[in-house]
């Protein structure tokens, strides 16, 4: 199974909402990746968690917060956020943070309105 | 900052024809990935090139790299309308600390016209 998976496909909160994106991965991958990807741009790391430990915070704001259960999950929880935090979140995994091929997920598309 | 840089942004063909495209950076790099990605959907890794490596295929693609030039190309032969999606590359710098993070370049929209 080589398979990332992520829910929901699409989200709509409003600004006082809070919501989680969920991933999960049973390939055994021991690193984890939040990505966010905003229209015609390339995907920018957000969150890189190694052995369920954050291991990189790309500076994001207080008001995503990730969280690592176990080495297959994956949760970015989200809390009064802004219209411009509208994008597609990509999750993605790796055999370890060394190994470089990723495998991604379909993405969650968000709209905060 | 952005690491890669793409070139063409876009490019539209005939199927059939090859595309290729191509990825410039700044800083020394330890691996060169490309992805794809259809449009609103995740990314898909294609093939990966490493430092001390000139030249890779994987069935119609064909990956160069020039370190001296700090350039890649990509080329897809005998594209097909399927092959419609935006080409990312995508750097790292290897060893300690956070260079193993990937940089992704702002990518090629490619258009395979049927």
């Known amino acids: 199974d080589t398979e990332v998976t992520q829910t929901p496909k699409h989200l709509v909160m409003g600004m006082t909402n809070k919501k989680s994106l969920k991933c999960e991965q049973h390939?055994?991958?021991?690193?984890m990746y939040w990505y966010k990807q905003k229209a015609k741009k390339p995907p920018e790391l957000m969150f890189v968690?190694?052995?369920?430990?954050?291991?990189i915070n790309e500076s994001v704001p207080s008001r995503f917060s990730p969280e690592c259960p176990n080495s297959s999950l994956l949760n970015l929880h989200l809390h009064a956020l802004q219209p411009e935090d509208s994008a597609l979140y990509l999750c993605?995994?790796?055999?370890?943070?060394?190994?470089?091929?990723?495998?991604f997920g379909p993405g969650t598309r968000l709209t905060v309105t | 900052s952005q690491q890669g840089e793409e070139d063409p942004q876009a490019l539209s063909i005939q199927e059939g024809e090859n595309a290729t495209m191509n990825c410039s950076y700044k800083?020394?790099?330890?691996?060169l990935q490309w992805y794809r990605q259809n449009s609103g959907r995740g990314l898909v890794h294609l093939i990966l090139?490493?430092?001390?490596?000139r030249e890779k295929h994987s069935g119609r693609l064909r990956v160069t790299l020039d370190t001296s030039k700090k350039s890649s190309s990509l080329l897809i032969t005998a594209s097909r309308a399927a092959d419609t999606a935006s080409y990312f590359c995508?750097?790292?710098?290897?060893?300690?600390?956070?260079?193993?993070?990937?940089?992704f370049g702002k990518g090629t929209l490619l258009t395979v016209n049927p």
């Open positions: 993605a995994s790796s055999q370890d943070r060394y190994f470089h091929e990723q495998y």
């Open positions: 390939m055994g991958h021991r690193a």
């Open positions: 968690y190694s052995y369920e430990k954050l291991s």
């Open positions: 800083t020394s790099i330890n691996n």
């Open positions: 090139i490493r430092s001390n490596e």
């Open positions: 995508a750097t790292d710098r290897g060893g300690g600390g956070s260079n193993y993070k990937l940089t």
